[in-house]
């Protein structure tokens, strides 16, 4: 009911406002005055606003920044975090000297060239000059933002090799919650499948390959040690979530029956990051960077970096993965199957 009577207010302001318009249309024609016609004194109004507005607009700018400029995040928590960061720097140091510098042009060559009865317009059609100005430089540097930029995601993106100590994850999304899978001592991932899903195996884990035997799977957080490279694997079970961990600079899409990947190394510790920030409470955090249903902000996961011995500490606490429940499962269904099939041959059998 609220949302038709907004409507129907919205509705008679406009149709108001055309009446009033209308209205003034009309005693102009009455007094003998061209509605459309833009006088000089109506140009100069509107050159003097140029400049009102190119101040007000700056300022409003200006303002925006200091009030919330101390909002951003913290330096990058990690080493290709600050790459991506730098990479954001020049393309800021770039767009924000010609956009300040093109809007001032702007409104001022409004204010300086208004309309003036006593004065013409040169007729200007071409140059060559200028179209290779406009034309070149926006292309270079274009270019080398863009080949900055794609090497920047070639280095997130290049798996970790096998020869360099690192840590293997992957990231398993559904809605509404975030679980990682640890591979373990041997450091390596073990195989799933969708088709394995169900209450004791929500990761659709196949234990008949042996390297997930050892797999770890926690919920709620997940540390990380520092300095070691981590090398991720993303999976979703449902819908398309984006695995967002804005302090180290990392977000990667989960896609359903898709397994993608990202890698970066924490160079700062959680502890490290509280001083730094001044905020005891911080933590860092894992998000959903996609809108993926109802309960989407229930998706988040914290993130523990520690020193190598803490890690090792904790992981030395986890239970690795439940294979005698999983076991025990398939087991069932496969006496199931059995026991189903047996009965259809018994009832074929009686029946003849």
């Given amino acids: 009911m609220t949302t038709l009577l907004t409507v129907i207010a919205v509705v008679l302001v406009l149709f108001v406002i055309g009446q009033i318009l209308r209205v003034f249309e009309l005693s102009a024609n009455l007094r003998g005055e061209a509605v459309y016609e833009v006088s000089e004194r109506d140009g100069k109004t509107q050159a003097a606003l ?38 954001f720097t020049v393309t800021w140091a770039i767009i ?42 926006p292309t270079f540097t274009l270019t080398i933002l863009i080949l900055f930029g794609l090497n920047t995601w070639n280095d997130m993106m290049t798996p970790v090799s096998d020869d360099v100590d690192h840590l293997k994850i992957e990231v398993y999304g559904k809605q509404f919650s975030w679980s990682a899978r640890y591979s373990g001592p041997d450091n390596k991932i073990g195989k799933a499948d969708i088709h394995l899903i169900n209450a004791d195996n929500p990761l659709g884990i196949d234990i008949r390959d042996k390297n997930s035997h050892d797999d770890m799977i926690v919920t709620g957080e997940f540390h990380l040690p520092v300095g070691i490279p981590v090398q991720f694997y ?17 977000q990667m899409n989960c896609v359903p029956g898709i397994t993608t990947l990202f890698k970066y190394t924490p160079t700062i510790t959680s502890a490290e990051m509280k001083t730094i920030t001044g905020n005891p409470d911080f933590e860092y955090i894992l998000l959903c960077n996609k809108i993926c249903g109802a309960a989407h902000y229930n998706m988040q996961m914290n993130i523990i970096v520690e020193p190598l011995e803490d890690f090792l500490k904790w992981t030395a606490d986890q239970p690795a993965l439940n294979i005698e429940a999983i076991s025990g499962i398939e087991e069932e269904k496969e006496v199931e199957t059995i026991e189903a099939v047996s009965e259809e041959i018994e009832a074929d059998i009686s029946a003849h």
């Fill in 96 to 137: 924000i000297p010609v956009f300040v510098i093109t809007h001032i042009l702007l409104f001022y060559f409004a204010y300086k060239y208004v309309y003036d009865k006593n004065r013409r317009a040169d007729f200007f059609a071409h140059s060559n000059k200028l179209e290779l100005i406009w034309t070149i430089v």
């Fill in 234 to 250: 993303f999976r979703s079970q449902d819908v398309i979530h984006s695995a967002y961990m804005p302090h180290f600079r990392a």
């Fill in 50 to 87: 140029m400049l009102v507005f190119l101040v007000s607009y700056f300022s409003f700018i200006i303002w925006q920044v200091v009030k919330w400029g101390k909002l951003v995040l913290p330096v990058s928590a990690s080493a290709e975090g600050v790459t991506t960061d730098l990479l």
